[in-house]
């Protein structure tokens, strides 16, 4: 019988998750894993996506039916995207030594069905590493390709404001908007100046940092006919500021709230422009990449085509952290801390 | 030469409007009116439209370039809809006796383009007020009417949440919703029993109080299978609840946010529940009813035919209060304390 260890829900914090004593959040456990059935797959997981996203799945103030996905609920696993090898099959899809991507989960082994993984391809024939299937080439980039086209209908005639601009799903967004799309103007918020450095070398054509004295005024002169569109990844006092800087019939693009996450949210600051809301006639799309999932043949496609034709930038943009089992939860955490650039991917020891 | 009363900005008002000391929201003045020019009317005020959305106009917190009409500036005349008699006539469209309504301002005489009113035809002929053109027949009923066609996309399989339901737009909201649109379930909030009661006869399948200590609780029990879409003419708290009451792809409709109008800006309680904007892939659509202004004349008469046919009720949807011009402001203000039923329309004696 074969066993595993895996870091399990202990506690839903109401904050930002904690490590020790009574309270902690996760748990490492070890356990059985049922016999291998017809169809499954034994998987040794080697690397874990990292995702503002999965704090949602543990907070303590959102009714399961209010999520997008099944909550990880306590003493379950914490779900994690993530790569891991083939160690052992009885799937016809894939044998032992392939190398796949899916909902791996914190655990060092899984059992998993063939359906709930697909195959991580060689990207540019391997020439670029497989830790893209968890970024660009993976939810991340898919959320980021449909985000702009399918939710924002954006297009080249727009000025777009893309928030989280050096995070992985906002460094993704300034390529497809300015590289792919050819969008007339695209501005770049981000939380250090050599972030925003980065993101303008992206192709961003001024990147703002909101901890700035000047933000504020950094953001009109950026945008001094307004915005019509608004790509945001953080939400809290930059979406509130950016509602006053779309012109009249701007989109905001509703992706992510990274600056609620770890908050109780009858504390957060909330949004107190929603006037001009109703005064501009703005239009707000909240969405979940999980709806698009049959556009990803489609964006694979695109962005691969962008990446051979040298137009999008995959160096430097994922932070690779290799780490013991033991310290996969601190690892996501500083997710929050506003110190990674682009995806930032555990790979396991 | 020809010389009015009227009442102009004496200072924009932070707060609730106030009538004594230095601080005075408006000062009444005499002013003398212009020659009268072809194509022009000289018209005698005989009603005026009380209007929340009249707040925005004169707050000081907002920039021009952000509200969907000019701003009222100090010492310029409050803007305000009404009906009016025709005294004098240098137009070819209207002569002396006619009536009209348009934005006459807070003025007992003016000098009008013939471009800017338009007649106030009887109404079943004659059987029903005048003053419906303000309400029923005006840009509230026309508010109502585009807020759920166009804008809303509501159709009779929409479970519809409706705030503000005994107010002027909402309460036409709800009988359209319901009436013509035969929409399966309408939900009405409004802030008295009595007030609910009303609005239940209008056609609300229901109405809940809010400031009853179940309401949070009401309005689960109201929307058990979540609601499809939320007309929204309040903003604030309620909103804030009604985000955590829409199933996955529901709409809002942003047409209204009394409960902020009194407030500084930056001390509203504010939208706290963004996330769920996301995870629920709700869509939020700001309208002001100046753009579809070419819809008059079908809303006018889908409301008409609507009207003799029994199902539209208007008596007892507006309240006309006769007061001298000296109380105008008084009675406008009156539209913040939650007191009227309805549209409030001020006689001037």
């Known amino acids: 019988m074969v066993s595993t260890r895996q870091w399990v829900l202990a506690k839903k914090p109401t904050h930002l998750p904690i490590f020790d004593g009574p309270n902690a959040t996760f748990k490492l456990v070890d356990k059985h894993l049922p ?19 999965q704090r949602g799945w543990i907070a303590p103030d959102i009714k399961p039916e209010r999520l997008y996905i099944a909550p990880v609920e306590v003493n379950e696993v914490m779900a994690s995207g993530g790569l891991a090898e083939v160690v052992e099959s009885k799937s016809k899809s894939f044998k032992k030594g392939d190398a796949v991507t899916g909902f791996v989960g914190w655990n060092e082994l899984a059992v998993l069905s063939d359906k709930a993984v697909q195959p991580a391809f060689p990207i540019l024939g391997g020439k670029k590493p497989q830790t893209l299937h968890l970024g660009a080439f993976g939810l991340t980039g898919l959320t980021a390709y449909v985000g702009l086209l399918d939710v924002g209908q954006v297009t080249k005639d727009d000025v777009i404001v893309i928030s989280g601009a050096a995070g992985a799903t906002g460094s993704m967004a300034v390529q497809i908007a300015k590289k792919i799309l050819g969008v007339k103007k695209v501005v770049g918020i981000a939380g250090t100046d050599a972030k925003c450095r980065w993101v303008e070398s992206l192709g961003a054509d001024v990147c703002l940092n909101y901890k ?17 569109a608004y790509f945001d990844n953080v939400g809290g006092e930059i979406l509130d500021l950016m509602i006053t800087r779309l012109g009249r019939g701007g989109r905001i693009i509703a992706c992510g709230a990274i600056a609620d996450y770890n908050s109780v949210r009858s504390k957060t600051s909330g949004v ?14 909240g969405f979940v990449v999980l709806d698009f ?7 694979t496609k695109v962005l691969l085509r962008a990446l051979e034709e040298g137009k999008l930038i995959v160096d430097g943009g994922e932070q690779v952290v290799e780490v013991k089992f033991e310290d996969v939860p601190k690892t996501w955490v500083t997710l929050f801390e506003g110190s990674n650039t682009g995806k930032l991917i555990t790979k396991i020891q």
Chains 1, 2 share one sequence.
């Open 35 to 53: 016999e291998l059935q017809d169809g499954e797959v034994l998987v040794k997981v080697t690397h874990l996506s990292n995702d503002p996203a």
């Open 272 to 285: 107190k422009n929603w006037f001009e809301i109703i005064a501009m006639r703005l239009s707000i799309h």
């Open 293 to 299: 999932l049959a556009k990803a043949p489609e964006a």
């Open 212 to 228: 700035a004295d000047s933000f504020a005024d950094d953001l009109v002169a950026a945008t001094p006919d307004y915005a019509t």
